[in-house]
């Protein structure tokens, strides 16, 4: 077998697990819960065979003519980097949403990270802006924006799936959460990325079995995420802590910011003076007028 064959073969599977993996995930309703992840795939599902027949079209298969071709390979360049930058934005969102889903118990904390998340993300539009180099001109630039801005979501992928691994006991988060699952997915994902970047750019004559890998790894994302669906999600566990807990403190003092507290009317401090003095006064003099009164 070839490896242009093998290369199709685990294309095509690719493709019914994303469709397969859409089908199971509105048929659960879960894109309720995860909109931007139902996004995802449906933007997965419907761009692979609108990019292929753009590909076939590129390489002549569809007609020899020169002006054919050309459109076909302007389509499709266009349409590829489209699809590549919409995943990106698409991808902030999901781990917005999986942020949002791990830390549903602790509503100060979710606030809290939902304004540092948000903080995060500009940042990397703004490092992925400015690490843009310029050397392209024209639409040759697309891809190297395309490519800065999917770096800055694999890495913030990579320390989402990091921080629920570390907090999973404080946040009673179980492994089979689908919350967990996706972030699981995408972090698989992020790792193959830079690997695959990594060492082709390394080792150039292995570029053909380093694919093979690369999107067997893909193969098995989609895989965990089909499993996940299919699984019946456990009930998640109410958090449970002490009250001098660090992580309770840290969330009332999240949910304090940004609350103004009760207003309270004050008096004076001579006027609670004076009406202390005169109560002290009003007891010494009944005591005396008794203790005469008795003395008589």
Known sequence: MSSQLAMSILGVAEFLLSTLLAFMFWKKALHRRFPAMGTYLALRVVSTPILSLLLLGQTGRFGNSVDMVRISAQ???????AVYIASAVVLYFICMEVFRSALTSLPGLLKFGLVIFRWAVLVSIIVTISSVSFSHRGVLIIPDVAINLM??????????????????????????????????GFGVMS????????????????????????????????????????????????VMMPVNSTIFRWNEIASALGHTGTQVVQQPANSFFLTDVENVVEKVLKRNLKSRESES
Request: aromatic content about 14%; hydrophobic content about 55%.
């Open 151 to 184: 770096r800055s979501v694999s890495l913030l992928e990579l320390c989402l799936l990091a921080f629920l691994c570390l907090s999973m006991n404080a946040l009673r988060l179980s492994v089979r959460d689908l919350a967990f699952g996706i972030a699981l």
């Open 191 to 238: 790792s193959n990325d830079f690997l695959f970047a990594s060492l082709t750019a390394r080792f150039a004559t292995l570029t053909a079995p380093l694919q093979f890998v690369y999107e067997s790894v893909i193969l098995c994302s989609l895989a965990t995420w089909v499993v996940y669906c299919a699984l019946p999600e456990p009930v998640r566990k109410p």
């Open 75 to 81: 389509a499709y360049f266009f349409a590829d980097w």
